[in-house]
């Protein structure tokens, strides 16, 4: 089994920053995509950012873009969200998850890390 686990949320005042971590571990598996999603209370849950492993190419959510930054150690398997310019609204849990073949679907998922902006 592949497990997946982040760390780094926390409270932070609006406009501030900060950075969160996954680390996958466990069973080997091929990975095509890894990719942070963000649920908050009452709302569905959001695919914010993706990274496609083979090449580093990233996409985001438009509700993030320039504020987030996705990044991946290939050497590590581990997947990193810089996050700046926080606002109350990103206030969530926010999860990491990996998705081995692009014909597939996200298989693994972390158990998430809250992530709180005060105004």
């Known amino acids: 089994q592949v497990q997946l686990a982040e760390s780094g949320g926390g409270l932070v005042q609006a406009g501030g920053s900060l950075r969160l971590s996954c680390a996958a571990s466990?069973?080997?598996?091929?990975?095509?995509?890894m990719a942070w999603f963000r649920q908050a209370p009452g709302q569905a849950r959001e695919n914010v950012a993706t990274?496609?492993?083979?090449?580093?190419?990233?996409y985001y959510a438009d509700s993030v873009k320039g504020r987030l930054t996705i990044s991946r150690d290939n050497a590590k398997n581990t997947v990193s969200l810089q996050m700046k310019s926080l606002k109350p609204e990103d206030t969530a849990v926010y999860y990491c998850?990996?998705?081995?073949?692009?014909?597939?679907?996200?298989?693994?998922w972390g158990p998430g890390t809250q992530v709180t902006v005060s105004s």
């Open positions: 990274i496609r492993w083979s090449d580093a190419h990233t």
């Open positions: 466990g069973r080997a598996t091929s990975i095509y995509f």
């Open positions: 998850a990996l998705q081995p073949r692009l014909a597939g679907r996200y298989d693994y």
